[in-house]
């Protein structure tokens, strides 16, 4: 089975680093993963917040466009988000979702996503 799950959420002041890291398990040894962060506020819907793609490529959302960085340890199957510059409405709970696209070109789509890890909780004051 495959499994997800993330870690280094926590409360940080605004101007703050955190790094969060997703540890998926399970994963058939192939390279054509694409594995996301998103992340759900209370009340709101969740939201896309970085991905990378199978080649290296990476998107972010325009919020965290130059504060936050995806990179991934394909060896270990391990996905981190390094999250700068914190600001309080980077509070929300972040999850870790992957799904195989066969090398193509990922998506921010929820319904895309296979598997979820449980999330993390990141607050931010």
């Known amino acids: 089975d495959v499994q997800l799950v993330e870690s280094g959420g926590g409360s940080a002041q605004a101007g703050d680093s955190l790094t969060l890291s997703c540890a998926a398990s399970?994963?058939?040894?192939?390279?054509?993963?694409?594995m996301g962060w998103f992340r759900q506020a209370p009340g709101q819907a969740r939201e896309g917040v970085a991905r990378r793609d199978s080649d290296g490529r990476t998107s972010y959302a325009d919020s965290v466009k130059g504060r936050f960085t995806i990179s991934q340890d394909n060896a270990s199957k391990t996905v981190v988000l390094q999250m700068n510059s914190l600001e309080p409405e980077d509070t929300a709970m972040y999850y870790c979702g992957v799904y195989d696209a066969y090398g193509g070109r990922c998506s921010f789509r929820e319904d895309f996503y296979d598997y979820w890890g449980p999330g993390t909780q990141v607050t931010v004051s």
């Open positions: 399970g994963l058939a040894d192939h390279i054509g993963y694409c």
